[in-house]
């Protein structure tokens, strides 16, 4: 009799036979980490630019605005002729013209003339203050000044929303909605933004239907393919799904050779005879890590082949999910520029019932958010999907922690 | 001598002479949430429903798993036959055939056998527990079971995951990453999703460029529109924008009636001889709000015409993000299913320094996160857009508040 499990087929330069030993999760993401750098960047429109990355500072070569414009609708006056006025004591100015927005008044304001302004309308010379619809009678030709402005009230200087020459915005910001409009405004058209990286899906599995089919007799549909679609959009990346792929060593090597800055493997990932993918990748490329102290997903692995980084995740769904969201999810916004860190909420509750777990393993639990109280799921098996619909988020348990008790506070990373 | 401001040019039947009143912030959110309900909705392919809000209930008709399966790498054998077996108490059975993902074992394990089988195989009938791979030495033929099992370990069971006839998901509900991953299990290739709402901007201003333009002269670029198109994608709907209309009439209602569910105006909306906009719904449809008590974005309004929404944003950049926020954006989530809540992060902080406002007006104040604290800008204009690009959030200062001390915690919704 032989030690179980099985040798893989044609593995004579790589022996696995189960995991010898598994790496820790801090080993496996130091590892991750050091592989990781913004990917170089590309010309992007104004249009599509929000929530990009940016790969260059930004510097405006002009100020914003360009000009001193009017803040308000009124008249721009010399401050000095309304000194004293008031609704008991109005003094009276001659109106010489006016200025609207993109249109000069042409002349001078002398003592004792106004032209009559509209909101950011360029002022006029001679004029050093705006007087507000609000505190003037007027008719074509005079107005009666009820109220006094100081020089400069109601202005706006040049360059006071944005200094000609400054860094408007730094490299590596993700631009906001807001950030689109100061772009605009200096006459920036197009950014350099981090490319999105482009992912690469390759489900295995013969037992499996394409996504979305009615499952039939022994056969299962996809469930990987449009989840993991779900989150490489979510996380910015640019997802490749050409459908299910045979459990065959030469359709897989080809499709990890396949265009993409990222190849995301579901399932045929683990120790067994139909695990094709870590034996191909070990041989043609790098198998880093295989093999991670977790639960769920310690069959999950990752290495390289040639500038692609491989993520061997589980074709269990939850460990699929877990293992995306540990390491394939975190590639994929640093390559973008974004943050490391888990798009998630998080929030700090109590746990309704005690949360078990082993030291030397990450635990990676789902549980429901219940009157304020965070309490773990009963069914939670890896294959459990439905187990992180049901739930609002999950708790992970660190590998030097046997859990938490009743009533412990914990954070919980929100789905949503 | 009459009163200013200016009479609008043809506005006989509407008489606009300054906001005579302004609307309280509470009455114009109850007229909008009146007018708010989610759209029809469309069937939408998994591939693409990520984010997207059901606008069914959705049933499963089929059980997930729909046969029992085992759970692990191992042999399917029975229970009973495995009591007793220790490392030293080693009960032999005799390999009778193998099982793995839709590849079933035909026959039948009767006492003493095992069928070697993968995780996610059926169950051989017969068998009622899987026996894993570590606690098992093997050769073709034969193993020698080290420990035991007991009826339905390591098995899952047919609607374990998913029962048949169960509603796996309510209408209403976003559609997580998982969740497609569930969908496809029980093969659902697409859902009823809350169609996006089509959004039209409608940017006037003669003195506006091109978005992304270079500054020249009096004219500045259009900041408004490339900002609202990053909060109306931001917001689920699909931004229609067209470019600068001019300020001409015809040319602004015939862009008021494209086909659009929301139609969001910037600039124009005031009460100037330049504030074409309010006249014209007004006249060809409703104008139900014009003028609110906020700062900034006092001009701003809404109303409808024929079944299209349509927002009043004023100009000023940091105005139109205001109201954008207020009132379009929310308007904009409801009508694709989203929640009325703003998509901001929340998160409680001191003020660093006093807030000042003013009782009866709404303040929306730009604030700095540092230290744990709040610090409100100090210049904070309404025309002053990179004083939403410089800070890190805002406070909603309420109407019956004149603003908060240092020290007061404060909420702060952040920009990101």
């Known amino acids: 009799m032989t030690t179980e499990p099985v040798p893989v087929e044609g593995s004579?330069?790589?022996?696995?036979?189960?995991?010898?030993r598994r790496h820790t999760l801090t080993d496996a993401l130091n590892w991750l980490d050091d592989q990781l750098a913004p990917l170089a960047s590309q010309a992007v429109g104004l249009d599509v630019a929000v929530g990009r990355v940016l790969g260059q500072d930004i510097h405006s070569e002009v100020a914003v605005p360009g000009f001193a414009r009017s803040m308000m609708d009124g008249f721009a006056v010399r401050a000095a002729d309304t000194q004293g006025a008031s609704a008991y004591n109005r003094l009276e100015l001659t109106i010489v013209g006016r200025a609207g927005p993109a249109e000069a008044f042409s002349g001078q304001v002398g003592p004792g003339q106004a032209v009559r302004i509209a909101t950011g309308a360029p002022m006029p010379e001679g004029a050093d203050a705006v007087l507000p619809v609000e505190q003037v009678e007027a008719d074509q030709e005079h107005l009666a000044a009820q109220g006094e402005v100081s020089p400069?009230?109601?202005?706006?200087?040049?360059?006071?929303?944005?200094?000609?020459?400054?860094?408007?915005?730094?490299?590596?910001?993700?631009?906001?909605p807001?950030?689109?409009?100061?772009?605009?405004?200096?006459?920036?058209?197009?950014?350099?933004?981090?490319?999105?990286?482009?992912?690469?899906?390759?489900?295995?599995?013969?037992?499996?239907?394409?996504?979305?089919?009615?499952?039939?007799?022994?056969?299962?549909?996809?469930?990987?393919?449009?989840?993991l679609g779900g989150l490489v959009a979510r996380d910015g990346g640019l997802v490749h799904n050409p459908g299910i792929i045979a459990d065959k060593q030469e359709l897989i090597l080809a499709a990890l050779r396949d265009d993409a800055d990222v190849v995301l493997v579901s399932g045929g990932s683990s120790v067994g005879p139909e695990d094709h993918v870590p034996v191909l990748l070990a041989r043609h490329g790098e198998l880093a890590i295989?093999?991670?102290?977790?639960?769920?997903?310690?069959?999950?692995?990752?290495?390289?082949?040639?500038?692609?980084?491989?993520?061997?995740?589980?074709?269990?769904?939850?460990?699929?999910?877990?293992?995306y969201d540990f390491f394939a999810g975190r590639a994929i916004r640093v390559l973008g520029g974004r943050s490391a860190d888990w798009p998630y909420r998080m929030i700090y509750c109590p746990l309704a019932r005690?949360?078990?777990?082993?030291?030397?393993?990450?635990?990676?639990?789902?549980?429901?958010?219940?009157?304020?109280?965070?309490?773990?799921?009963?069914?939670?098996?890896?294959?459990?999907?439905?187990?992180?619909?049901?739930?609002?988020?999950?708790?992970?348990?660190?590998?030097?922690?046997?859990?938490?008790?009743?009533?412990?506070?914990?954070?919980?990373?929100?789905?949503?």
């Open 178 to 227: 807001q950030d689109l409009g100061v772009l605009s405004s200096i006459g920036v058209s197009q950014v350099q933004a981090v490319r999105q990286p482009q992912v690469r899906l390759l489900v295995t599995g013969n037992e499996l239907l394409p996504a979305g089919s009615m499952p039939s007799g022994y056969r299962i549909s996809d469930a990987n393919g449009p989840m």
């Open 354 to 416: 005690k949360l078990v777990s082993v030291v030397g393993r990450v635990d990676y639990a789902r549980v429901v958010i219940r009157d304020g109280r965070a309490e773990p799921l009963a069914i939670s098996g890896a294959s459990i999907l439905s187990s992180t619909t049901r739930s609002d988020g999950f708790v992970v348990v660190s590998a030097d922690s046997e859990g938490h008790p009743v009533g412990a506070e914990v954070k919980v990373y929100l789905y949503d």
């Open 290 to 323: 295989h093999g991670v102290a977790m639960r769920p997903s310690s069959p999950a692995g990752m290495g390289r082949l040639d500038n692609r980084l491989v993520f061997l995740l589980p074709g269990n769904p939850v460990s699929c999910l877990c293992a």
């Open 152 to 176: 400069g009230k109601h202005v706006g200087q040049p360059g006071e929303d944005v200094a000609a020459g400054t860094v408007v915005f730094e490299r590596g910001r993700r631009l906001r």
């Open 12 to 20: 004579s330069d790589v022996r696995m036979r189960g995991f010898a």
